[in-house]
């Protein structure tokens, strides 16, 4: 592989190869004056990340512009591992992805293949078209919310799924999300971060900035102790940075609308999303509070909470009969602790009359 493909694809082993060839220690990258620019340039990767959800290609004019983009592929690894913040590892492995996935739609075939063996995806080759066993398809393809990804809905011969060259590359992004996710933080050395220092920091204010601006401090005067647990779980989750599936997130949205959040505070909710776009989340929550849809859909029954497997840690209020949605559970359990000494009094949310279709709609899904 030539030294520019080895730029644009930075983790294959030939491009680590490269650097001990240079015989550049860890130390010169890190301190030496002759390396800045792989400094600035690692940097400017974890920005993209944050900011772009995405790295922006380099100018490379020369093998030195190269060179200097393989080291700051090395760079950012460290300076994200020194900063050590979940979400912008999170973020950072998001946006590598994403370049590679679109470095690999203009490549041959061949090339594709070459980058998929890097990363440990067994696939071969059948008439030009990329062919992998369904477990490997399933491993790399179970997060991806598209029903054209579901196995039902792709040919399987032999337990092989062929897979035309954009969707290969859509598996080998994820392959290499992966990658770094399981990879990050390296370990790294006191002398290194105190190399770092000024670097790290801003880093670090950058990452608080990004989640300060989506940050939700509370539910006001909504009764957060009534939750019930699935709810309590998948705020969690949006709160940590988990990918919620489409179930998850349709129920999460329309239970929090339901008692009284406003759309902005649902939105700041999902907002430590690895793949968190502004635009996108907030299209799908104006569509399921009515904004959009003019049908403001109410929050699915526990059944199909169960049914999508977002029932989780149920309770003994969860076990009663006639607890059959969790707005009922909401309002049970907020009555009860009204009736607590001292407890606070908040408002109540309604749930809607069985049958009654003129102003809210139920979903299954």
Sequence with gaps: MEIKQLARYPFVKPASELIK???ISLEDLLTHQAFSGARHRGKQRIIDSVEKAQVQDAKLTSKEDMLQEILSYAMARILVSSVGDGFLIRRYALAEAKTVYDHLQTEPIDRVMEI???????ATLERDVPSMHFADFLRYTSGIRSKEWKLVNTEVKKGLVSLPKIKFARVLEQAFHDKIEDELPLPVADWMIKALKDDIQELKNLAEQMKDRYKVEGFGEIDAESFPPCIRRLIAMARSGENISHPGRFALTSFLFSIGLSRDEILAIFASSPDFDESKTRY???HITGEISGTKYTPPECSTMKSFGNCHNIDDL?????????LIYYRAKSRRRRKQ???????????????????TKSATT
């Excluded at 000494?341 to 102003?359: F, I, R």
């Design 284 to 286: 799908q929550i104006d």
């Design 318 to 326: 969860c076990r009663q009969d006639w607890v059959k949605h969790p």
């Design 21 to 23: 060839q240079e015989n």
């Design 341 to 359: 000494p001292g407890a606070k009094t908040v408002p109540q949310a309604s749930v809607p009359a069985e049958g009654d279709k003129t102003a």
């Design 116 to 122: 998929a063996s890097e990363l440990g995806v067994d």
